[in-house]
């Protein structure tokens, strides 16, 4: 069974704070990751993706990927009222396949 | 960035009626689709995967001949919801990679209401 689990939240953080994002993943065969925001009452949207150890930056957004620990997160630097929303992780066995999601983590961004 | 456009947007209906939802990828070839549903407030769920030009693989639970799905080019997927009743009013979502893509790209979705 490949599971991936996301705290639910809601997470509440101050405008400006740095919003961290957790996401663990049952199958070590896993080898893409994703993350993607979705608002309500919308279809979700890539944020990045990482298939590589370490940290991938870009902009405000870093995707961390710790594949001996199995899990991924998501550091939203400088939070912004515009970010609130769900935020789901998702993960890939290979190109062609499907991917699995989280439930996802709602973010508030408090102004 | 590649682009999944949906039709239509939204669609309400009457109990016992079919409704056939549109997924086509504007720019790229879209060699698997997923079709995907999500109540209010809960996760998405995979309804089904679809290659071009092969039968879809429907995940456990849903009824393959209520939710008929085609892949029959590269660019376009249809949904039809069969005999429609209200517990099958949702959000309706599909996405599309090409095959050597690592990311999947959704569109804009599909609410269904049934009366």
């Known amino acids: 069974q490949k599971e991936v689990e996301q705290n639910s939240g809601p997470l509440s953080v101050p405008e400006g704070a740095i919003a961290s994002l957790n996401c663990t993943y049952s199958?070590?065969?896993?080898?893409?990751f994703f993350w993607y925001r979705q608002y309500s009452g919308k279809s979700p949207e890539l944020i990045m993706f990482?298939?590589?150890?370490g940290d991938k930056e870009d902009g405000r957004f870093t995707a961390q990927l710790n594949k001996a620990s199995q899990y991924v997160s998501l550091l939203i630097r400088d939070s912004q009222p515009s970010d609130s929303a769900t935020y789901l992780c998702?993960?890939?066995?290979?190109?062609?396949?499907?991917?699995?999601f989280g439930t996802g983590t709602s973010l508030t961004v408090i102004p | 960035g590649a682009v999944v456009s949906q039709h239509p947007s939204w669609v309400i209906c009457k109990s016992g009626t079919s409704v056939k939802i549109e997924c086509r990828s504007l720019?790229?070839?879209?060699?698997?689709m997923f079709w995907y549903r999500q109540f209010p407030k809960q996760s998405l769920m995979l309804m089904a995967t679809?290659?071009?030009?092969?039968?879809?693989?429907?995940e456990q639970g849903v009824e393959k001949d209520k939710f008929l799905i085609n892949h029959a080019s590269l660019t376009l997927s249809t949904l039809t919801v069969t005999s429609a009743h209200p517990e099958d009013s949702s959000f309706y979502i599909c996405?599309?990679?090409?095959?050597?893509?690592?990311?999947?790209?959704f569109g804009p979705g599909t609410r269904l209401t049934v009366l």
């Open positions: 998702a993960v890939n066995y290979g190109t062609g396949n499907q991917f699995y």
């Open positions: 199958d070590r065969g896993s080898q893409s």
């Open positions: 720019d790229f070839q879209a060699t698997t």
């Open positions: 990482i298939y590589s150890n």
């Open positions: 996405s599309a990679r090409d095959y050597h893509a690592h990311e999947q790209f």
């Open positions: 679809s290659n071009e030009g092969s039968k879809a693989t429907y």
